[in-house]
């Protein structure tokens, strides 16, 4: 079963403006990351959050995690048509594995 | 360095046929995963392994087997594909666990596999 869903489920928006992109989850995490894929490649790691942590950037990144609320949220400022991608959540749950569970993905259009 | 490598990059089946696909790590990693992604369920794991010699299953392991006999190869087996097989499927390596660094999954390109 799918721990994390995220929402929306696709967002269109204007290059230069930001983006948000939440996710939700069931269980109690190690840490919490979040991965782009464009279309028709793999995924490509953005950024990780410990449960510990509450807010991390990197560059125009920023991503917020309530573990309270069993949520995370990403957010892309300045947006460029190179943004265009999904974007997907996952939890890593603890363990000696590091075994991920995904989230449904946001699809994310920037128009030029 | 290639980083991780799939094969092939596209293959159709027949319902029964078999077939294995590769992946390769150049990266030194201990940890591989295979997931499949289906069109609204993103990613889900099918095996995974820590290391040489050891595998293990993930969440939809029913109709795959895999392999981990050299440390930078991990082998996805369909012995009887069916089209419920149909599917993106990715594989992941990592360090391990000693560091939040490591913990990062590094992806292949995928494979579409197709089973009529």
């Known amino acids: 079963s799918q721990q994390g869903e995220e929402d929306p489920q696709a967002l269109s928006i204007q290059e230069g403006e930001n983006a948000t992109m939440n996710c939700s989850y069931k269980?109690?995490?190690?840490?919490l990351q979040w991965y782009r894929q464009n279309s028709g490649r793999g995924l490509v790691h953005l950024i990780l959050?410990?449960?510990?942590?509450r807010e991390k950037h990197s560059g125009r990144l920023r991503v917020t995690l309530d573990t309270s609320k069993k949520s995370s949220s990403l957010l892309i400022t300045a947006s460029r048509a190179a943004d265009t991608a999904s974007y997907f959540c996952?939890?890593?749950?603890?363990?000696?594995?590091?075994?991920?569970?995904f989230g449904t993905g946001t699809l994310l259009a920037v128009q030029p | 360095n290639a980083g991780v490598t799939q094969t092939p990059k596209f293959r159709v089946l027949k319902t029964g046929q078999s077939m294995t696909l590769l992946c390769a790590q150049d990266?030194?990693?201990?940890?591989m995963y295979w997931y499949r992604q289906d069109p609204g369920m993103g990613l889900r794991l099918i095996h995974y392994?820590?290391?040489?010699?050891?595998?293990a299953k993930g969440e939809v392991p029913d109709g795959y087997n895999v392999s981990r006999l050299k440390k930078q190869n991990f082998l996805l087996g369909l012995e009887s594909a069916a089209p419920s097989q149909t599917s993106v499927y990715f594989c992941?390596?990592?360090?391990?666990?000693?560091?939040?660094?490591?913990?990062?999954?590094?992806f292949g390109p995928g494979t579409r596999l197709l089973v009529l």
């Open positions: 992941a390596s990592s360090y391990g666990p000693l560091t939040l660094v490591e913990k990062t999954q590094y």
């Open positions: 269980t109690s995490i190690n840490n």
């Open positions: 959050i410990r449960s510990n942590e």
């Open positions: 996952a939890t890593e749950r603890g363990g000696a594995t590091n075994k991920l569970i």
């Open positions: 990266m030194n990693h201990e940890y």
């Open positions: 392994s820590v290391g040489e010699g050891t595998t």
